[in-house]
C-alpha cells in the first residue's frame, strides 16, 4: 500500500523556534465560531471519487459515505447499514443483511442495490484509475477479470438478494469485515452516477449517505462539510457529534503556528522541533495527544539488478547485525516513537513470535571476513535510498545516523540519496526499478487496514515481484518485464502490439493461440504438483479458467467490426501471453512470464509466496499470527529486511473539542470526523 505524507519543516522552527516563540498562546486567540463550526487539516484532496485512493477516503469511509460496517470512535470495526451477516461453511460465501431504515440524503432507502453499484463501479474496466486492491472487491470471484475485460458483469461474485440483503463470493476463505469500512466499499447512488459519470461527487451533483454532505468543493483547495439532514444512524451507536460544518483545510507549511494563531482547531505534529515545542508550552501541552499509528521505519533490500556484494547472504546479515535501534531511535525520534524490535507497535500480536537476527557487531565483522570482505575491504559504496529532507525529515536523519553506524561497526561506506516521493514510492512498494544501485532503502511499513497480510506490517509488500530477489543474471533477465514498455522478447516471440496492423488475420493470433495452449499445460501440471491447500486457494472461479479467458478474449476479436477493434483484442490476448511495463517500478506479467517465474524463481521466494497466498487467506486470526511471524523471520534471517522505528500519532486538538482521532491506519492524518464534538 502506498503512502502519500507530506511533512514540511518550516524555517520557523528551525534552530530555536524562534518564530513560533513569540507567538503567546492564550485560549483567547481560538478561532471564533459561528454556531459548532471546526478547522481541519488535511492534504490536498484532488477529488472525491471513492473508488480512487487518496486522501478523500479519510472522508469518503464513515463521515460523507456510510458502509454496512465503518469504524466507530474507538477504531473499532462494527455495523453501520448492515444488521449482520452470514457465512458458509466454506467460508467464502458472505451474506449481508441491511437495516431499512438508511437513508440518502435525498430521503430515498439505502438498499443492497446501492451497494452492488457501487462495488461493481469500482471494479468497472471503465473506472480504470479506481484502487480495486483497496476495497472488499479485491477478493471476490471474478472482480479482477471483470476489471480487466476479459469477463462480464454477470460473472462477478456478488448478488442482490432482494432490497435488504446482499450475497458475496470469495475466491478463497478472507477476512472480509476488515475491507468493509474503506472507501472503496461504499455504496452509490445509480442515478447520481448515471446522470453525472465523471463528477457524481461534485457539490451539485452528490447524494451521500453519510453523516455529512459536501458543500463546497475546490480541488486542491478547501472544502466544507455540512451535517446531513436526512441522515438515519445505527441504533444503539454513537454516530454523530455535535459539529455544524466542518472546513477540510489544505495542510499549511507551519500547522503548529496556525494552531497556536487560531487558524486550525487540529494540527498534526510530523516533526521533533515541533514536538519540543508543544512539551515546552503548558497550555499546548495540555492540548497535545499521542495515539497509535500503526507504522514504523524498516531498512529493505532495493532490488537492484547490478551484481553486488549484497548478492552474499553472509554480507546482508553482517549488515543486519550491525545496526544497535535504540541510539538510532533516542537520537532521530525524539519521543515520537521509540526503537523496533520486530515488524509492529508495542503490543503487535506477531512480536513475541519474531525473531529476527541479534546486535552483534563482533559476529557481524567475523561474517564480512568470511564472505571474504575483511573490515568492509572490497565492498564498493552502498547507497541509502530514502524521503527527501522536505517530505520526511526523520527519515533523513535516520538514515544519517544508520549511515554512521555501519561504518563505524563494520568499515562499510554508504552514500545517502533522496528520491522525489514518485521514485521512492516505486521502490519501496514495486518491484524492479531502473537506476537503482547495489543497497537500501529506508521503507515505510504500515498497517492500511485490518487483515490477516497486514499483521507482516508490509514487510513483506515487494517479495512477490517477480525477479525482487535471486541470482544477478534471473533478475536482469526478468527486468526486461519491467523497464522497456513491452518485453523484447515477447515482441520477438509475437509481434509489436504498437504496430497497429497486428492482429487483422488469424494468421497473426496463431503463435499467441500455440502459446497459451503449451503455457496452459505447464501451469496446469505445475499447480497439480503444489500441496493440496494450495491448489485449493489458487483454482479459478467456474468460467474463469485460463481457456475460458482466452476465449472470451478471440470472441472478441471475432466480433470486432473494425480494424481498430481488431488490433485492440489481439493488443488484449499479446499482453495475456506477454509481458510489459506496468509502469511505476511494476510488470504485467501474461502466461509466458508465470511459465519462467515458477522453473526460475529462488526457492526461498516461492515458498515465502505460497505462505503470503496461505496468510491472506486465513480468516482466523489466531492462526495467521505465527504464519506472519514465520514469513517475516525469513526475510529478516535471511537479511532482507530489518526493523528499525516505530512512529507514533502525536497531535494538538483544542480543549473543547472531543472526539478527535487520529487516522491509525497509516496516513498520518485526522479522519472519522463524524465523531467530534464542541463542548
Known sequence: MKRKMTVTLAVSILANGALLSSLVYSPSQALAQTKNVVNIPLPAISTLDSTQWGTQNLLQQGTILEGLYGYNSKNQIVPKIATGYKVSQSGKVWTFYLRHDARWSNGKPVTAQDFYNGWMYDASPKNSASALWASMMTNVVNAWNYHAGTVPASQVGVKVLNPYAIQVTLNAPFYLLGMMPL????PLYQPDLTAHPSTWFMPQNFVGDGPYLVQSFVPNGEIQLVRNPDYVGAKGQFNVGNVDQINIIPTPTVPVEDFVAGKLDTAMILNPSDYKYALSQPTLKKELHVAPANEMTYLSWDKSTTTSPLDNLLVRQAIAMAIDRTPLANAVMAGMGGAANGFGTPGWPTLKYEKGLPFNVAKAKALLAKAGYPNGKGIPTLYLYTQTQA???ISVGLAEALQQELTQALGINFQIDQLDNSSWDDVVYAGLNPGIKPGYVLSIGQVNWFNTWFLTFQSIQWIGGAGVIGPASYRQYVSQWYFPTYDPMSIYRYGNPADVNNGMSWSSWLPLQKAVLADNSYLQA???????WYQKLTAPAAGSSTLDLWNNIVNGW???????????????AWKFVGNESAGNGNASIGLDGQVYQDKHQPVLQKQWNESIEQLA???????????????????MQQGYVEPLVYNDNVYL????????????????????????KVK
Open 617 to 635: 487467506y486465513t480468516p482466523d486470526v489466531k492462526t495467521a499470527v505465527p504464519l506472519a511471524a514465520n514469513i517475516v523471520n525469513g526475510m
Open 391 to 393: 517530505v520526511s525529515p
Open 653 to 676: 486538538a483544542k480543549s473543547n473539542l472531543t472526539g478527535v482521532q487520529a487516522n491509525p491506519w497509516s496516513d498520518f492524518n485526522f479522519y472519522q470526523l463524524q465523531y467530534i
Open 558 to 572: 471475432k466480433t470486432a467490426k473494425t480494424d481498430t477493434q481488431k488490433h485492440a483484442a489481439w493488443v488484449q
Open 183 to 186: 472507501a472503496g466499499s461504499m
Open 526 to 532: 505445475y499447480a497439480a504438483k503444489q500441496p493440496a
